[in-house]
């Protein structure tokens, strides 16, 4: 459990290597929140990565959560900017009801972090808890 602003966030770690994926559908249930992280200094497994994520999106019980892409790796000369992640991750194209942001970082450095997880525990926020 991880405390962020005033809320309690479950979050689970499960890795992109392809000998992981078939796992991943061990933590879709009350999934509220999807985090995808994106080395923008790897032009060749770009396309492979747009690939797994258009599959993942496609799952019935992810339908309903918020987005949040990390371009990370900015600090590293040549990573692709983040508009050219957008791109090529065909970003423009999700569904419209579906809430996303694609955000700059370095995990290195910390840029971009704070930014990306206040905007998905806000958004998230504002779907979950509806004053009455």
Known sequence: MVKFLRY????????GQKT?????????????????VVDSSDVRRLEDC???LENLLKEERLSGAS????ANKQDIQGALTPPE???VLNLEALDKTRHWKLV???????????????????????RIYVLD
């Open 67 to 70: 987005l949040l892409v990390f």
């Open 20 to 36: 992981i994926r078939s796992y991943w559908r061990n933590y879709f249930e009350q999934t509220d929140g999807l985090v995808w």
């Open 85 to 87: 992640i957008t791109k």
């Open 104 to 126: 700059g970082c370095s995990a290195y450095t910390g840029e971009g972090l704070l930014e990306g997880f206040d905007w998905l525990v806000q958004d998230i926020a504002s």
């Open 50 to 52: 747009r690939m797994e």
């Open 8 to 15: 309690s966030l479950n979050i689970w770690d499960v890795g």
